[in-house]
């Protein structure tokens, strides 16, 4: 999908029906089979692991205190999979864009450019982590539980004084707050479809079907 | 002890480096210009980084270590102490002899870029390595602690190490030259022949060659000798 706000729309449909019930995520995830690369999207697949697990484990807690584990899994996975989809799709500028587009140049600027950095920070933590890992290797040391604690502090205070730094070059820079921008969107027939598709499916996840068809029996 | 590369290559797009030559015990220096893919080289080196093509043999090299360009790369400690102690090191006898003591329960990317330098290159030669490989180990450093790790390289004994720097000014005495150039490695040979094969020479080194007073090295002892040569 070339278009940032049909993508976006779809992804937080999709997510939405995905929370709702396990009937949504029975949709979203059909949606994400025909309609995304599937698994080709995915760019990190240790990280989007640790977090399968992360997930597995929650809901292994759910069932012991006696939940439904098994939906909140699966409804989770779902949402994973859109979000990796929604990630891996992302190109530079586009939240910028979006939020010129919904919000204007002042406050739509601002959220946009907050989000395009929040993208930024996420590509460099990810940059960051490799770093972290070879310099373990380097020490001779093992990478397990017991470096998590320093990487998860050298990582958040590195990305604190990375964002100092930007804060203070805008400042210089005269940056005080919104801007201009014209924003451009790429939309094409392969944008309709599976934003029509993603429409359905919210539909289908919000709209008690089954019962409809009851009523005109 | 020797560290042999089998045609090694290394590619990002539309650059390539490929390497060829066996490193014996000594010191080395690697020259070549910003971007000419020494710190690629070192990685390839050091086993960090895989070579596209080719092979990187090593014989009777039993520990290895690598000091990264950019001291921020090799942090892993949450405080000055902490990353001292993460080199399996006495923080107390390290930060000593840099001059950091006071900075213990600092974080070590609040030290200065230099500071940093300093405490990271403390904690790797403070240890005994067959392959030492040091990329550009003089950047951030001032004048009087290029000397000081220049003496520290001199001392040391046994092992290959590997210096891969675009300094012109400090050096210590060296065994071997080789530079990086158009993509490829060259071997300029063992002292004082290599320095009239030596491209990226400094250009003292140049001048006294060019008035017949090549230097027998490079330290800055051999170049003062050369130079007052009468």
Known sequence: MQDVRIRIAAAALLTLAAVVSLQGAFWGFLWWLVFTPRFGALKRTGMVAGTVIVIALAALLITCSGGDGLSYLIRMIVILLIGVWLYSGQEAGEFLYLGVWLLGNRTGFELGMIAEMGMQMAESLATDLDRFRMAIAIKGQRWGVKTLVPAGLVLVSDALSRAQDTAELMAVRGFSCGGSLCPKFTYGARDLVPGMAAIVAGILAFVPVSEFFILYR | ??????????????????????????????????????????????????????????????????????????????????????????????????????????????????????????????????????????????????????????????????????????????????????????????????????????????????????????SPGDLMEAGCRT
Not at chain 2, 26 to 50: C, E, F, R, W, Y
């Open chain 2, 1 to 218: 002890m020797r560290l042999y590369l089998n045609t090694a290559r290394a590619c990002h797009g539309n650059w390539s480096l490929t390497v060829q030559g066996t490193f014996c015990e000594g010191i080395h220096l690697v020259s070549g210009d910003v971007g000419s893919g020494k710190s690629t080289l070192a990685l390839m080196m050091a086993g960090l980084l895989s070579p596209t093509d080719g092979s990187i043999g090593q014989d009777g090299i039993s520990s290895s270590m690598i000091a990264l360009q950019f001291p921020e790369l090799h942090v892993t400690g949450t405080t000055v102490a902490e990353e001292c102690r993460s080199w399996g090191l006495d923080p107390e006898s390290v930060l000593g002899a840099v001059d950091l003591m006071d900075k213990s329960d600092t974080p070590p990317l609040s030290l200065s870029r230099g500071e940093l330098k300093r405490l990271y290159l403390a904690c790797i030669l403070s240890g005994q390595y067959d392959l030492l490989l040091l990329d550009e180990p003089f950047s951030s450093l001032d004048c009087r602690e290029k000397e000081r790790l220049c003496e520290i390289l001199a001392r040391r004994s046994g092992g290959i190490i590997i210096l891969f720097t675009h300094e012109q000014t400090s050096f210590p005495r060296v065994d071997h030259i080789w530079e990086i150039q158009g993509g490829v490695l060259i071997d300029c040979g063992e002292l004082p022949g290599a320095l009239v094969r030596w491209e990226h020479a400094p250009a003292l080194i140049k001048k006294l060659i060019s008035a017949g007073r090549c230097p027998k090295n490079i």
